[in-house]
């Protein structure tokens, strides 16, 4: 299986201020990306999805950006709450491929 | 179901002990995959299910692990002689069709090895 590494990256904000997570993807073949977040204890939720021929998607409070010249993906989270406290993956699909690869995660702690 | 489903929540068990992990898919989802994550680490990728095509085993760790679908719903993942390297948490997943509605996970089964 694809390897990642031990120590994730942490990204630590204040509530209400606005959150950046980036992801460097790695096939420059791939169509289809998704965020997910993920609990303590529960399975990845899924967040927002974008197609390669979008370079960008807003959701309720969130919105990718995709850049595939550098390969490159991005979740903003606006006014971030407690709640939104977890880790947070990016998966990218290869394009006529069948499984999600996952980056390796990025842990956001939200102060109160 | 309303989401996915797997079961046992947690297991453990003695080294060289046979497991089975069960999944119950989103009714009327075609696509099911299992994943493997390791302690503070992403997903790594097992095994993928898709009606009655023959599953995609690429990321199958060895030849101790095994998987089946039975009626294209619910399927078995099956580690024979575990190891402790096998502990983690097993993740079960469901889409409508490949990979292009964003996967429903279930909360998987943590493994303990001892």
Known sequence: GESVGLHLPTLSVQEGDNSIINCAYSNSASDYFI????????????????RSNMDKRQGQRVTVLLNKTVKHLSLQIAATQPGDSAVYFCAEKVSGGNK???????????KS | GAGVSQSPSNKVTEKGKDVELRCDPISGHTALY?????LGQGLEFLIYF???SAPDKSG???DRFSAERTGGSVSTLTIQRTQQEDSAVYLCASSSSSARDGYTFGSGTRLTVV
């Open chain 1, 100 to 110: 999600l690869v996952f980056g390796a995660g990025t842990i956001l702690r939200v």
């Open chain 2, 50 to 52: 898709q009606g009655n």
């Open chain 2, 34 to 38: 299992w994943y493997r994550q390791s």
């Open chain 1, 35 to 50: 965020w997910y977040k993920q609990e303590s204890g529960k399975g990845p939720q899924f967040i927002i999805d974008i």
């Open chain 2, 60 to 62: 199958l760790p060895s």
